[in-house]
């Protein structure tokens, strides 16, 4: 069994192996949450412009960010819960 030595402790390749695992899913399960609330952050911004505490380049700004972050964080967990699966 190989080890890895962090600091004062060492750790076993299952226990690195299961905390990929959970990080994998704890990231997945943060960007669905991004996903399912994206529309109610895009309103928001929307009104915000509206009421004119921003400006229509900031607007854009945030609302193709709040766009895509959703996807692509949702995107980086499944790719990290594939290689702890697959490993």
Do not use: N
């Not at 890895?4 to 990929?20: C, K, N, P």
Request: aromatic share 8%; charged share 20%.
């Amino acid at each position: 069994m190989e080890l890895l030595f962090i600091g004062a402790f060492f750790l076993s390749a299952i226990v690195i192996h299961e905390a990929i695992f959970v990080l994998a899913a704890v990231i997945t399960l943060v960007g669905t949450r991004l996903c399912w609330s994206s529309p109610r952050r895009r309103m928001s911004i929307e009104e915000r412009a509206k009421d004119g505490e921003l400006t229509e380049d900031q607007a854009r700004w945030k609302i193709q960010v709040i766009g895509c972050s959703g996807p692509a964080v949702t995107l980086l967990g499944v790719a990290l819960l594939a290689y702890a699966i697959l490993k």
